[in-house]
């Protein structure tokens, strides 16, 4: 029985010190605290599938009191809102591409001869199949509103009929949204922890003080730390390139220059932001809780799952400091529209930025050695 008391005194007194030892240090007790609220806010706030507005455009050539009536009952759902009234349907394409308009919905000049007449009334619904979840889910709103309008109005439940055409992705196979999208994330992922440790290796082994007395200028060092990281991130997207083109088979649209200079300026910031980690971290633990404090954030707001116009607003201005939300839907718009340089240009200037900020930020930082 003595035996047993001692035993669990000395568990007792072990988890006492190792609490105490955790918890002493002011930044271990943030680490603990701070990303579980911050990361709770962002679950509840970015990660959801709840589409509060559908954006849409119209091509009524019917121009009847019935279609009028289902468009009213249309943006009286204050989910759908009407954003261009397009003449005829050679203007469809622009106003998809574009991205003003999740879906058009297209009313055929027969529209309202055939509900009189009893016929089926066909309503062809064109989405944009390059998000798949929303995409999906809107047409599943769409489809319950002419329900409820067939049963109101015509008292026929099959009297209007949806014709759903997906572009960019005609069957809405998830796959072809979500896969081109991990050539981002992976890399990310990868170029993030191989740059944030560099440093901090060195520093564990008590070289990195000996690399800082060399004829080496910081532009030096930064550029050889730089360098391997960006290799291997770029050999690591060409993998997973072939996974999707030679495994899945997913069609790609546009050319493979434009998508490598993408995946170039996106791996730079991503290795400024893991240098810039490295040189502010004691130890390589400390990188990866850092990296792991920060992927979660850059993920959730980059729309990799769930589109940032379904954020509230303020985090839609946060995701602009998100390199990964460009680079995912400057990837996804070559992969699946083919996309120029010139079409996604902008969503080049905040990777660049980032990378101008970070790289010789961490520069300064090697320099000075802050830690």
């Given amino acids: 029985m003595k035996m047993w008391k001692m035993f669990w005194w000395r568990i007792k007194w072990m988890c006492r010190k190792e609490m105490l030892s955790t918890l002493k240090d002011p ?46 009952k249309l ?10 009234n397009l003449m005829n349907a050679n203007e469809i394409a622009e106003s998809i591409d574009s991205g003003r308009a999740l879906m058009v919905i297209h009313i055929e000049p027969e529209f309202a001869d055939n509900l009189s007449k009893g016929k089926f009334a066909k309503i062809q619904v064109i989405t944009d199949g390059r998000n798949t979840m929303t995409a999906a889910i809107a047409s599943g709103y769409l489809n319950r509103i002419v329900d409820a309008f067939n049963e109101e109005r015509i008292k026929n439940l099959d009297a209007i009929r949806l014709e759903t055409v997906a572009w960019y992705n005609p069957n809405l196979i998830t796959r072809w949204n979500f ?22 290796r060195e520093r564990e082994q008590g070289t990195f003080d000996q690399l800082l007395v060399t004829p080496l200028s910081p532009v030096e060092i930064l550029i ?13 997207s ?27 300026v996106f791996t730079l910031s991503c290795i400024g932001i893991g240098l810039s980690i490295s040189a502010i971290s004691r130890s390589m633990q400390q990188v990866m809780v850092y990296c792991f404090v920060l992927l979660l954030p850059m993920v959730l707001l980059s729309g990799l799952a769930t589109p940032v116009s379904n954020m509230p607003h303020i985090l839609q201005i946060i995701t602009y400091a998100d390199p990964l939300r460009f680079a995912l839907d400057s990837i996804r718009r070559i992969y699946l ?23 010789p930020l961490a520069g300064w930082l090697f320099r000075n050695k802050l830690v």
């Fill in 224 to 236: 050889g730390k730089a360098v391997p990281p960006l290799i291997i991130g770029m050999m690591q």
């Fill in 27 to 72: 930044s271990t007790r943030a680490i603990l605290i701070v990303p579980v609220l911050i990361e709770s806010v962002l679950f509840g706030y970015a990660a959801t599938y709840n589409l509060e507005r559908v954006p849409y455009a119209c091509v009524d050539q019917s121009h009847s009191q019935a279609s009028a009536d289902f468009l009213a």
């Fill in 179 to 200: 896969l081109p999208g991990l050539i981002g994330l992976l890399s990310l992922i990868q170029v993030l922890l191989l740059a944030g440790l560099s440093v901090a």
């Fill in 75 to 84: 943006d009286g759902t204050r989910v759908f809102y009407r954003v261009d």
């Fill in 238 to 264: 060409t993998i997973i390139l072939l996974v999707c083109r030679l495994w899945f088979k997913i069609p790609m649209a546009g050319e493979l220059p434009t998508l490598y200079l993408t995946l170039f």
């Fill in 337 to 359: 529209e083919g996309c120029t340089t010139m079409d996604i240009a902008f969503n080049f200037l905040p990777m660049l930025v980032v990378a101008a900020v970070t790289l």
